[in-house]
Every structure is written in structure tokens, then in C-alpha cells.
């Protein structure tokens, strides 16, 4: 009431109203707002000089600012004001914005200096010295240069597509009734006993040992450190728990946070620091045509359909320079699965159709089989799942219906049973496995039965005073929901056909690395 | 090309497209699209019992799903499935949404199980013991049960303001040209030093004397762990100066990310974990009018004015749910600021023109004056704060140029002086301060002449190779640029007129207090 009363004289201020503020146009948002006739108008545009070439009357340069994978074409008439810029200089450059005679650019920028044209060096470059140069740097060289490798196109088009693809996702999930939340990053959760995760001290409660160099020995015993917060700290390895219980309140919540693992093993699908998509909601009516699972793979689908196909033009361009990288055969590859990102359906079996089809292919070969024998109750290697994903489907592939010993506790049993399960329950969860990339998101229908759940608990020696919160979840008016969780780089990576996830982030961290 | 050739394909697919998947409407999407003359259609809701009121031949339950503020009133004609229905129950109401008679809501749900209305329990809540009752619930004791505590109707609407305004963020920054970027919440940067940073360990490397209760002595003595990224790690207490990297290769960028501080003073206004939004850009020309300062404060205050102002209804009507709980001064004040928000382009003045007037209206009282005088050179203590923004000027107030004592080595010197101001030179900062929280954002421009901050560095005592990259921003182009943090928890307890952070996260840490 009060708000809006105080909102209804919004209108009396007198133009230009301080909410309207507007910083300079970017170099995209001047290329996508010029007219194809230009009056020849004054613009003024910042930037750093990505190429220059020198004539004896003429020069030309492009110019970025980082908006978008175009650069904006300047020409130099006349006057000395080109004559120091070299790649990697800051400028301002003020000219008349025209339509480009030349291929290639629509638009170019004229900087006539006898007339009103400026050139204004910002900050300079030493070409001698500056490590991005215009030849082509190996992917671990920019690695160490992590404060400057976003300024190369393909780490530039990432941060934007990583920017772009959680802008679809928010649209997405909005769209959907869902409330974005800040779930917590630190927990009392140790990732389920797993021994993968983090702990936090407070500096002042670490040994000063542990802060010099790794070869000073420690001066004297360490004490264990006190407790900032009463009791051990940890990094979350995961929002879903967190989520859960806002899910009990709001129905459909959704994060996209950073996540760790504390995993030493280095592969080109993990990072100790990564930000995930995670979202948990109450389901709706299940019928007997229709499982939980069904709507579970049916929204999963539809939020990457979303994102994917509905980014705007701009994340188009930034997929298009990412995927000049990419070798031949993962784009081969990956060109068949974005046709069913458009088309058809994705496909869903189940973990024991998938045993099935592993199994005869196995089978069926005299040669090269797989190196692990595809078993009932054993994990889908690695090898298994790029084949069912790239071969066997040729697109992405919902994988449900795992043993029950294959997943974490949360996961709801599966009432019934299928011809060729092993002897083991199954849950209702599942893996999308997409070409190129493998699991790209997991998820599940969570085990909404107190009693069932708190069996489960004690069984994985989760049975003490840490979750009881998340069993109360259930006591208390617990509805069947469902949930699941896509690594953010590994999307980046898929969708822009990136090999590894460490350039899917701007500023990765894996063991043994972290720079900055 | 690629990309874009498979796109165009898109339409070729038969309806329904699996893009096009939606779960079933929330009570808010149902409320809100519903028109006030409705066809008599069978409508399925899932959601909680918030209250319920039985009568003779009839029963009326407000069933809410978190989705608004509102709930939706369920009426149960006949039939014996409401008779068990207790607050807190998990339920899916089916029957007809109709226009209600009643006043305060426009539509109801007519439940008629002998027609085809049905009751189904979803989940149960025993009322003797469920810990959410409906009489007044205190703030500390909703605090103890954190993972329920989104069930009450004003934690539910701050974590939907949250929501709203972080939406609201994000639609402003793009429409300014800004890139949503991550930058790491793990950094070999212990908060320049001081002291108030959480160092990081892998769960491996830590003492098992310090996972088990710090009751147990340690068996033997602690060695110090290894370093799991080959150097000390340490949660992240702002995100700029990454961002700045960022900045020079995209000229926008901006992050909504978690902070952290081991801070042990308990205010109202300070957590352990905290999410700050942060934003850095390269600054247009500035001419002889126009400072650099007066580019970032008219950004910053466009920034709120458009998250404040343009949020859709349902937002007002949270903060409507929220402003409810709020002490009559405190809202006496904000009304007053708001109406700022609304209207006049809000106060700046410098940091010497702030004590002057501290010191003329302190030097004018006879008795209760301030506990410290203020003095240039001196900090503004959170009573002049106060004092400036509730009363002085009775809304919001940039404070900037602050002397370069007070403030870190990042931001820009000024280069001209005023009158009255001290022996030392000032710097191009800036703090917002608004009625009811004080300290709402802080920026600056930054330093970027590489030889001014380097000795400004060296100075800090951070001239050592771990910040080498920091200077080398500036060595490589570095282009005049400013940027600012904002608490976002603070944001909300401003809008949302809450007193305490601790109530403007879902699930706050603060020293001694981790639950969950």
C-alpha cells in the first residue's frame, strides 16, 4: 500500500528523469541501432585496437570493446593521430559513423581529424612486451595469462555466452513459476561423507605455518583451529539439499551458484571451482500413463531447448566463433545432435534398456570391445556413455532408472519393477548424456516418504543430528518433488563445442592451479 | 554458420514442440492470467493449507504454493476429503476456479467431490507438533528452524523480492550493455591483508582433530596441510578486482556472486557470507562540467532507481508483505526516502562538505552531540551517516572524495583540491548512504595510471608478484574505468524496510551460527 502509493507520483518529475540515465552506446549496441542510411552524425566510441593497417594517406583499424564478436572499422583520413597505435592501445576515437563501402562490416567509422575527428590514446600498449599478440597462443599459454586471455575473440564470445545462456535460463525458469534463490556456499555438510569437499578456517584461527611457503617448516605443533561458526565448515558440493527445503515453501526454486570439489584427479570435465544450474520442484498430477519421470525429462528437455534455440542473435555469432576452434570429428558430432536439439524428441530409455543395448553391441563385436563389460549394476564407464550418446542415439539420451547402489540416498525408489532389472530396487532418476560431452545433467524424483528417507539416512551414516533438518522436510507437509543439477561449463562447452571446461569460465581453478 | 544453418530448421517439427513444454500454472500464473468471468473449468492446484475454517455444510482453506503473497481460497461444498486438513498439509485440490463472492480475492476454488472435486493429501503435518504455528512466530526462533522458515509469509516474500530484484539487476545491466560475468570465489588474495578473510583446505589435508567436536583433544600434534592449489587459498571478500581484468577486455562487466568475512562482530548489518552485486566499466569522455565521479553516481543511482521503480507488481506487493513487519520510525524515514526515489535527483557533496556540515550542526548543540567530532581526516562513524542521510538530507546521499587515507589503494587520486579540505589529498570515491541502513553501495574510479598505483601498492605493502597482474591491467591499454559493491542483502533490508541481514538471506551465517 504504502509502496504503491509512493510509486503513483513517479510520473510528476520533470525529463530528463535520473532513472533514464544512459552510458555511451557500446559498439554493438551502435551496430545493431544504425540505420543502414546514416546522417552523418558526431559519435564518439572507446575501444581497444585489435588490428591496424597503414597506408601512406589512409589507415584502417578495427576497434572492440568487448560487446560483441564484431569489431567496429575505423578509417583514418588524415592527420597524425593514427600514427602510434598499435594492438592493445586504449582509445577514444570520435568520427562520423557511415555505411561501409567495404566487405564485411555494415558500418565504419570515419576519423577525418582536420575536421572534427579525434584520436585519444587512453592507455598504450608496448608491442614489444604485450603478451597477447595477434598470432594464434596456445590454449596453456593463455592459461597463465588468465587476467588478459579474455581479451582473444573465442575467450571473449565465451564470457558473453556464458552470459547469454543464463540470461535464457532466468527468462526460462521465470516463465515457469520458478523463484530464483541464494541457497548457502557454506555448509555442515562434508559432501556426504564423500571426502571431497573443502574446509574453511578464519585466517586468524590458522597455524601462520600454513600461510608461509609449503618448505618452512612449522615452528611449532598446530593447534586445531576454533570453529568460526560452532562446528566444521565446509564448501557446499551441491544446492540440492538447500533447495529442497525452499522448494517446500515456494514450490519451484531454481540457483545458479558456484559449487567445489576438492578432487585431485585433473580431466578436461572438472574443476575444484564450478557454478551449477540446480532447480527442485513439487511435481505435478502423475497419472498411470504418465511417471513423475516423464514430466522430470520433459522439463530437462525443454529448458536446454529454451536456452539453446531462443538466445538471441549475438549468442548465435558467439557460438559461431567458439566452434572455429573445435576439432572436425567433435563437431561432426555435435552437428548431429543440435538437428535434435531442433526436431525430434529426445530419446529416454532406461539404465537396463542401456545395460541391453551395451551389452549386444559388446556382444555382437569380435574386436575392440569396450575395456569394462557392460553390467547390471555396475556404473556406465565413460566409454558406455559416449557410446550410447554419439553412436548408439547419435544425440542426446536420457538414462533412467539406475540401481538404487549406484546413487546417493535422496533418490525415491521406484515402485515397480522392469523384465531384465537385476535383483536390485531401482530409483527414479536419471543422466542426460549428450554427444561430445557425456553427463551433462543428473537429476531425480527425491525420496518424499519420511520413513523411507530416514531408513536411507542411517543406512549411508547420515543418521545423526546434521540432517535432521532435511528429514523434518518430509514430517511436515512434504509433497513428491523433483530436481536436478547441469554443470554450467560443461553446457558452455557443449553448446559452444569447447574441449575443455577450463575455457568455459573466465578464471578456472583445478589442483595444483589457481592463478590471480 | 553452422549454428545458424541448423537453426533455421526449427520450425520444421510438429506440435506440440518439446520447447514448448510447461508444467502446470502456479496459484500466481492461475490468479494473474485468470480473466474475472471465468468458463466453470476443473483446475487442479497443488499447494499448502495456510489456514482453514470449517463449518457445518462447509469449509474454507486458503492453500498457498509460495508462487505470491496471495493464497487461493479452496471452498469445500461436500464431501469428507477436507475434514482432516490441518495448516501445513501438503495437498492437490481439484474443482472449478470461479469468480468469488468474497471480498479479498478475485477468484476461488469450488471443491465439490461429489461432482468432480477431489482432496488429495500430498503429504501430512501433525499440528501438535509442526513448528510453524500460525500465531506470531519470533524472528530468533524462525532463525533456529532455518529450513522451515520460508513457510511464513514474510520470509517467503523476501526470498521472491530477492528474486524479483536480482531480475530487475539483470535487466538493467544488459539493456547498459554490461556481461553477467563469474569471477572466483577462490583467490590467492587474502583481503589485502587484513585479516578478515576464510582460508581454504581440503577436507584430506585437514587434522581429523578439528572435524570431530572441538571438545576432544587432538591426538596428536596438527601438521600443516597441503596446499591443494600449490598456494594458500582463500574465500574471496569482493569480486573487483577480478571483475577489472574482465573490464579491460569487455569494457562492462558485472556479478551477483557470494563474499565472505570472518568478521566476528555481530551487527545487524554484517554476515560471514554475503552476496554482493559488483560492477566495473570503462568511463565515457569527461569534459571540463563533467567529472568521472558524475558518471558513476548518476549509473549508480539509474541502477536503483530502475531496480526500485520498474519491478512488476508482484515485487510491490512483497515489499508491501515485508513493510508490514517494519518499526513505525523506521518506516517514517524510508517513506521520506522513497519519495526521493521517486522524484528529485539525489544530494551529492563531498566528504569535506559532509563534516563541514557534521561540524557546524554539531558545534551548534548545546548537549547530545556526536560521540566522535567530526574531524576531517577522520572516518564517518555511523552516527554522521545516520545524521547526513536520515536527517540532514533526508534520503539518499552520495558522499564522495574522500581522503586517501580512509580509503584502499585502487582508487583513483584526484588531481584538483577544495576548499577546506585537510593537508591530504582525496581520492574519486564514493559512498551511497540511505536512511534506515546507512552504507548502501561504495565505489570509486580506479586507479589507472600503472605508475601511480604501483607505488600506491608498494605502499599497501603489495608490491610482492601475487598482485603483479593486477598492475599489469593498466600496463597493457589500461583504460579509465570505475566500479562499485553493493550488499545485496542491504539492498533488500532497504527496499523490503527489514532490520536485520540475517532476515534478507534465506539461510544466514554469521560468527557461531551455521545451521543446515
Not at 566444521?232 to 545458479?256: D, I, M
Not at 550410447?388 to 547402489?405: H, I, K, R
Not at 551414516?461 to 523433483?482: C, I, N, T, V
Request: proline residues 7%.
Amino acid at each position: 500500500m504504502f509502496f504503491r502509493r509512493l510509486a503513483s507520483t513517479a510520473a510528476s518529475s520533470s525529463p530528463p528523469h535520473p532513472a533514464a540515465y544512459r552510458l555511451a552506446p557500446t559498439i554493438c549496441q551502435l551496430l545493431s541501432g544504425a540505420p543502414p542510411e546514416l546522417p552523418s552524425s558526431t559519435t564518439t566510441v572507446s575501444g581497444w585496437i585489435k588490428s591496424i593497417r597503414k597506408q601512406k594517406n589512409v589507415s584502417f583499424a578495427v576497434l572492440t570493446d568487448g560487446s560483441s564478436y564484431k569489431g567496429l572499422q575505423a578509417v583514418f583520413l588524415k592527420g597524425k593521430g593514427s600514427h602510434g597505435l598499435t594492438i592493445g592501445t586504449a582509445v577514444r576515437l570520435t568520427g562520423k559513423l557511415v555505411s561501409s563501402p567495404g566487405v564485411g562490416q555494415s558500418h565504419e567509422l570515419l576519423v577525418d581529424e582536420v575536421q572534427d575527428g579525434e584520436v585519444e590514446v587512453l592507455g598504450e600498449c608496448d608491442p614489444e612486451i604485450y603478451p597477447i599478440q595477434k598470432q594464434a597462443l596456445s590454449t596453456e599459454y593463455l592459461r597463465d595469462n588468465a587476467h588478459l586471455r579474455a581479451r582473444t575473440s573465442h575467450i571473449a564470445a565465451m564470457v558473453r555466452l556464458r552470459d547469454a545462456l543464463a540470461r535464457q535460463m532466468n527468462a526460462f525458469f521465470t516463465a515457469q513459476g520458478f523463484c530464483y534463490a541464494h541457497t548457502p556456499i557454506l555448509t555442515g555438510n562434508d559432501a556426504e561423507g564423500a571426502g571431497e569437499a573443502f574446509q574453511i578456517f578464519p585466517v586468524e584461527g590458522v597455524h601462520p605455518a600454513s600461510i608461509t611457503p609449503p618448505s618452512s617448516p612449522p615452528p611449532t605443533p598446530l593447534q586445531p583451529p576454533p570453529e568460526f561458526f560452532s562446528r566444521p565448515a565446509y564448501l557446499t558440493v551441491s544446492h540440492q539439499l538447500h533447495l529442497e527445503a525452499l522448494a517446500t515453501a515456494l514450490s519451484r526454486v531454481y540457483t545458479l551458484s558456484p559449487c567445489f570439489r576438492a578432487e585431485r584427479s585433473l580431466t578436461s570435465r572438472h574443476l575444484a571451482e564450478f557454478w551449477m544450474l540446480e532447480a527442485e520442484w513439487v511435481l505435478g498430477p502423475h497419472t498411470k500413463d504418465k511417471r513423475d519421470m516423464d514430466e522430470v525429462c520433459s522439463f530437462v528437455e525443454a529448458c536446454l531447448r529454451n536456452v539453446v534455440l531462443l538466445g538471441e542473435q549475438s549468442m548465435k555469432d558467439d557460438i559461431d566463433v567458439l566452434w572455429k576452434d573445435g576439432n572436425e570429428k567433435k563437431r561432426a558430432l555435435l552437428e548431429k545432435a543440435f538437428s535434435h536439439i531442433n526436431s525430434q524428441a529426445w530419446t529416454r530409455m532406461s539404465y537396463t534398456q542401456a545395460v541391453q543395448e551395451l551389452s549386444s553391441f559388446d556382444n555382437a563385436r569380435a574386436s575392440s570391445k569396450f575395456e569394462f563389460k557392460p553390467l547390471w549394476g555396475k556404473p556406465l564407464q565413460s566409454e558406455h556413455e559416449r557410446w550410447l550418446a554419439d553412436v548408439f542415439v547419435g544425440g542426446p539420451v536420457f538414462v533412467m532408472d539406475y540401481p538404487a547402489s549406484l546413487k546417493p540416498f535422496y533418490m525415491r525408489a521406484n515402485d515397480s519393477r522392469e523384465p531384465g532389472q537385476g535383483e536390485e530396487d531401482t530409483v527414479a532418476c536419471f543422466d542426460l548424456l549428450v554427444p561430445g560431452v557425456g553427463e551433462l545433467v543428473g537429476g531425480s524424483v527425491r525420496e518424499d516418504r519420511a520413513d523411507v528417507l530416514k531408513c536411507k539416512m542411517e543406512e549411508a551414516g547420515l543418521g545423526g543430528e546434521g540432517y535432521k533438518w532435511y528429514e523434518e522436510l518430509r514430517r511436515y507437509g512434504g509433497a513428491p518433488h523433483a530436481g536436478f543439477g547441469m554443470g554450467f561449463e560443461r553446457l558452455v562447452g557443449w553448446v559452444g563445442g569447447v574441449d575443455n571446461v577450463r575455457e568455459c569460465i573466465p578464471m578456472p581453478r583445478w589442483a595444483g592451479r589457481m592463478l590471480l
